[in-house]
């Protein structure tokens, strides 16, 4: 089992920016692929960014890209979200998700989630 929990979330102004952090625990983490997803109020959840076991590899959606970078600190135990140029279509439930195989991009690949960490953009 793998525990994971974000934080980070909260209210920031259109331009602005926000880090959002997932802390796991359980089964070795470094061995993991980890994502972001989101989720709008009325939307299905979608892919926001993935990174490899080693960080070796991402993978960003095209409407974030440029403006999000997601980062992992293995010895920690941690993924990182670094959201800048905040827009209001962003705002959303932000979950990290782990993988025990390769980073991808569809949800129904991902084994394991956090409860997720509100981000509210407003204009």
């Known amino acids: 089992q793998v525990q994971l929990v974000e934080s980070g979330g909260g209210l920031v102004q259109a331009g602005g920016s926000l880090r959002l952090s997932c802390a796991a625990s359980?089964?070795?983490?470094?061995?993991?692929?980890m994502a972001w997803f989101r989720q709008a109020p009325g939307k299905e959840r979608e892919f926001v960014v993935s990174i490899s076991w080693n960080g070796g590899s991402t993978d960003y959606a095209d409407s974030v890209k440029g403006r999000f970078t997601i980062s992992r600190d293995n010895a920690k135990n941690t993924v990182y979200l670094q959201m800048n140029s905040l827009k209001p279509e962003d705002t959303a439930v932000y979950y990290c998700?782990?993988?025990?195989?390769?980073?991808?991009?569809?949800?129904?690949?991902?084994?394991?989630w956090g409860l997720g960490t509100q981000v509210t953009v407003s204009s």
């Open positions: 359980g089964r070795t983490f470094s061995w993991y692929a």
């Open positions: 998700a782990t993988r025990n195989g390769r980073a991808a991009d569809r949800s129904l690949q991902y084994d394991y």
